[in-house]
């Protein structure tokens, strides 16, 4: 065989190759968020039902989960109880709802048919869903004490992932006491 | 001089504007700007009529929308697209300048969400390989025209009737012919070979 021919043949296959194989095994749809392990950003936001604005910041001390979603969403329909009763059933961690590009009338009356155990949160213009980098509701962020994103999770939860996410919130937290002197 | 109702009207009036539900309108109508806890205050003027709408267009043409395929915020029609074309029409008009903006969007995306990656580190490949598949490409032609214009070596002209062409496998297929035409091997009869 020509040598020359092996060589250049193989040069241009093996980085094909090499990205097909490193490729298959991802979902080309994610995108890891950049924001994870940074602070995450700030807002002040109006309750749905006229109760007051609520800011991050003032939740500062206990992990936060921070979950976009709206009512036209589907996903968001059979994540809800489950964030309902993870809300009731965790009275340590505090849970908001950002509702994304939907009407306040509208999220009224979804929560009023189908439960409500946390504040939602009016994001006028997705202000807020911008400076999370959200693509698509429902995603969630989890929060840490320290007001440091630990993780995102894109689409539904279940209930398995929520403790599963928590739990590496508060690990983090025992890491984070355990490395200060 | 007011009068007792006068004044009770303008209490209750007082009363209301102090209320929770006033308080809420007056936070939703204040504007949030997330962007500045990521990069800090405006650092150009403020834009306005025309050159708004210029800028907006042209930053606005520089961000990817998240949720589309290869379109920018500024050309999609989505949802998403639509918010953040509204966030960089909102943060030119309040000076932010486009590098700023942009760092922004990248500091909320990742990178991707940069239409034209940036000159730093292993981005250097996107913006020179062109380049050098270029270059390449103009060394492989130069080479291809240089062979074709080596002179090609003329065959010797045939002169002879029974001259046979320099190449062999020619010749042989003269003679070939020459044998299917004639009937003898050669097209040379046994008279003529003698």
């Known amino acids: ?181 | 001089m007011m009068t007792t109702t006068r004044r009770f009207a303008f209490a209750l009036a007082l009363l209301l504007c102090a209320s929770p539900s006033w308080a809420q309108t007056q936070t939703r109508t204040k504007a949030q700007i997330p962007a500045a806890s990521v990069v800090g205050a405006p650092q150009g003027q403020p834009l306005s009529g025309t050159q708004l709408d210029v800028r907006t267009k042209e930053v606005a043409s520089l961000v990817r929308c998240p949720v589309c395929q290869g379109l920018s915020v500024y050309d999609s029609p989505a949802t998403m697209a639509v918010n953040m074309r509204h966030e960089v029409r909102d943060l030119l008009s309040k000076g932010y300048t486009e590098e700023q903006i942009l760092t922004y969007f990248e500091k909320s995306y990742g990178e991707f969400v940069l239409l034209q990656p940036t000159m730093r580190g292993a981005n250097w490949i996107v913006w020179l390989a062109p380049l050098a598949l270029l270059a390449l490409g103009g060394f492989i032609l130069r080479g291809v025209f240089r062979k074709k214009a080596v002179p090609v070596e003329q065959d010797r002209p045939v002169t002879d009737r029974d001259q046979l062409p320099d190449d062999p496998r020619l010749a042989r297929y003269v003679l070939e012919a020459r044998e299917l035409a004639y009937g003898w091997p050669g097209g040379v009869s046994p008279d003529h070979r003698a």
């Open chain 1, 1 to 181: 065989m020509n040598r020359k021919a092996l060589v250049i043949g193989l040069a241009i296959t093996l980085p094909i190759i090499v990205l097909l194989a490193v490729s298959f095994g991802r979902d080309p749809h994610k995108v890891n968020s950049p924001l994870v392990g940074k602070p995450a950003p700030d807002f002040t936001l109006p309750a749905v039902g006229g109760q007051g604005p609520i800011s991050l910041a003032s939740l500062r001390g206990k992990p936060v989960v921070v979950n976009f979603w709206a009512t036209w969403c589907v996903p968001c329909f059979s994540e809800h109880p489950v964030l309902q009763n993870s809300a009731a059933s965790m009275r340590d961690v505090q849970f908001l709802g950002v509702v994304y590009d939907d009407t306040e009338p509208n999220i009224q009356k979804f929560l009023a048919q189908n439960g409500s155990s946390y504040p939602s949160l009016m994001d006028e213009g997705g202000r807020i869903a911008i400076a999370y980098g959200v693509y698509g509701v429902p995603e969630t962020f989890f929060i840490d004490p320290s007001g440091m994103i630990v993780a995102k999770h894109e689409g539904p939860l279940d209930y398995g992932q929520i403790q599963d996410y928590i739990q590496k919130m508060s690990q983090k937290k025992v890491a984070s006491r355990e490395g200060t002197p």
